[in-house]
């Protein structure tokens, strides 16, 4: 444990105790209604808490903080967001950037640096969801990514994702409907085919927590037409799924789903069976690498033919 780590948690026996004798109860009387409630703690451990020889941990350790703050009348979190928990959720791989384009590489480095975008080391990726919609004109109209995540040492405070266009533009994804979270900055490179985001967290996560957050990428009608949804991902994730919905009556001829090594090599490719106007595809323990979905239209010039064989 660090001496910051330890300077919270003498913060949390301060505020107990305080809150205590504030309320005027004693330990016993606190025992008591903990275990009334269903979260029954020593009082052995309400000493050993109240003094700072010992801090919770544990779920129902910590589920017994979430009522001593109820019955010390304290705002929710007012006591448990001064404890350092553990963190015992192993280690993960570096990220690597799954693009082997020189220019590419270059510029989402430029990006993340003119995002001032926090180190990513420290995060690993249990889900992301991508749910897009297509439009009558068989492009994409919006995607609502819903991404799960785990800080595996130290804290986090936001995350930093990049997008890489297949065409050069100088039009920005919309953001809406952040969830979660809320939409920090944006910027995007002079060379018109990378932009990024930072999507701050509402508070700090730290390490061995959890976080979900959700928003909507909506495409502006100046924005380049795109026919292929992809999730490009630096480290390994738990579950990464992407589905597509067309409308009725203007489903693809020809649709597939392809994956890139992080190389930025095509691996495999293969055709994907539409039910419902819906289509998909989904990986487990993905990553580095490139999960897509892509589709066209065989009477329309801009539609092309799929590429497997």
């Known amino acids: 444990m660090t001496v910051e780590d330890a300077v ?41 808490w109240r003094s700072g020889e010992r801090h919770p941990e544990g779920a129902a350790s910590l ?7 109820r019955i010390l009348g304290l705002r929710p979190r007012a006591l448990s967001e001064l404890i ?12 690597r950037i799954p693009f082997d384009d020189e220019r590419e590489r270059r510029e989402i480095a430029e990006t993340f640096a003119a995002l001032g975008a926090a180190r990513q080391e ?13 439009g009558e004109d068989g492009a994409i109209e919006s995607s609502t990514y819903r ?28 953001i809406t409907d952040v969830v979660g979270a809320r939409l920090d900055r944006e910027h995007r490179h002079p060379g018109g085919r990378v932009s990024g985001i930072v999507i701050a967290f509402d508070r700090r996560v730290e390490a061995g927590e959890t ?16 026919r292929r949804a992809w999730h490009a991902t630096a480290r390994s994730a738990k579950e990464t799924l992407i589905a597509v919905r067309f409308p009725p009556g203007r489903e693809p001829d020809w649709c597939e ?24 595809a989904v990986r487990h323990g993905f990553g580095p690498g490139v999960l897509g979905v892509r589709w066209g239209y065989l009477d329309d010039p801009a539609g092309g033919t799929a590429q497997t064989a």
């Not at 420290?122 to 297509?134: F, G, P, Q, Y």
Request: overall charge negative; glycine content about 6%; some cysteine.
């Open 211 to 226: 976080v979900l957050f959700e928003f909507t990428e909506v495409t502006p009608p100046d924005y380049p037409r795109r």
């Open 147 to 174: 991404c799960l995540i785990q800080v595996t040492s130290g804290s986090l405070t936001e995350l930093s994702l990049i997008d890489v266009d297949e065409a050069q533009t100088s039009a920005n994804l919309q």
């Open 122 to 134: 420290t995060l690993r990726d249990l889900s992301t969801h991508m749910a897009v919609v297509v």
């Open 8 to 48: 919270r948690n003498a913060g949390f026996a301060i505020a107990l105790r305080n809150a205590i004798v504030q309320r005027g109860l004693s330990l016993s009387q606190l025992r008591m209604r903990l275990r009334d409630s269903g979260n029954p703690v020593s009082m052995a451990t309400l000493s050993y």
């Open 63 to 69: 589920s017994a903080v979430d009522e001593l703050e």
């Open 257 to 280: 789903e392809y994956v890139e090594s992080e190389e930025g090599e095509e691996e495999s490719s293969s055709p994907v069976m539409l039910r419902g106007g819906l289509a998909h």
């Open 84 to 95: 350092v928990r553990p963190a015992r959720v192993g280690a993960v791989r570096a990220p």
